[in-house]
């Protein structure tokens, strides 16, 4: 664990439908009961900022080609670092962040075939040199996600284009799934879940480890 900083900083990974949104809740509120401060926040879209290139990005009715793309991703992430994680993490707090640095390399890098080394430069440049303490790898079958994902997209009444990523062929999806399995075996901050069982089965296997880690 990097002790330089005041908080913890828990990044959330995984392919679409993998269910990190319901598990970032659930350890949101068992850190809010042992009476802490929790930062929720997602890439892209967690700063001002954000929010307006999170709408370029996922919105775009024009085609945006994959270099545009990479660096609309890098600019949210520049601006989330520096305005919001960087500050909560210095005020003690624990920061549940929704994606971050390994969605790039997932996505631009094993998803649209970008060079990975360039991606982890960019990455660091983008980040502040800043890394999780843990990340949390939600893995499952992408067939499993993309059904999960599209009954919700379908819910919020979402169109394809909104859902943009959800589009994609099922073999991009493996790709990305393949990418996060290949990048968990690289460094130890990462912590791999079968995202196939409950939620309460996933948040269980999270909790052990948060235990581990608060000791
Ligand atoms: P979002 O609706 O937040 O998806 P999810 O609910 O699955 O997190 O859309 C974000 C999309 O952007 C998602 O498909 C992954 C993609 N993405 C990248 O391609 N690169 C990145 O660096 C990040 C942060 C996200």
Request: aromatic residues 6%.
């Amino acid at each position: 664990m990097t002790q330089e900083r005041a908080g913890i900083f828990i990044s959330l990974e995984g392919i679409e439908g993998a269910g990190k949104t319901t598990l970032m809740q659930k350890i949101a509120a068992y850190f809010q009961n042992m009476g802490k401060e929790v930062l929720l926040t997602r890439e892209p879209g967690g700063s001002e900022l954000g929010k307006k290139l999170r709408s370029i990005i996922l919105n775009a009715e024009e085609k945006i080609c994959p270099a545009s793309e990479l660096f609309l991703f890098l600019a949210d992430r520049a601006e989330h670092m520096e305005n919001c994680i960087k500050p909560a993490l210095e005020q003690g707090k624990i920061v549940l962040c929704d994606r971050f640095i390994d969605s790039t390399v997932a996505y631009q890098g094993y998803g649209r075939g970008m060079d990975i080394a360039e991606l982890e430069m960019l990455n660091t440049l983008a980040a502040g040199g800043i890394k999780p303490d843990l990340t949390l790898v939600l893995d499952l079958d992408p067939k499993i996600g993309l059904a999960r994902a599209n009954a919700r997209n379908k819910e919020q009444n979402l169109t394809v284009k909104e859902g943009r990523f959800e589009a994609e062929a099922l073999e991009f999806h493996q790709k990305i799934r393949a990418g996060f399995l290949a990048m968990s075996k690289k460094e130890e901050r990462f912590f791999v879940v079968n995202a196939e069982q409950s939620a309460e089965q996933v948040f269980e296997m999270v909790h052990q480890k948060l235990k581990t880690m608060l000791l």
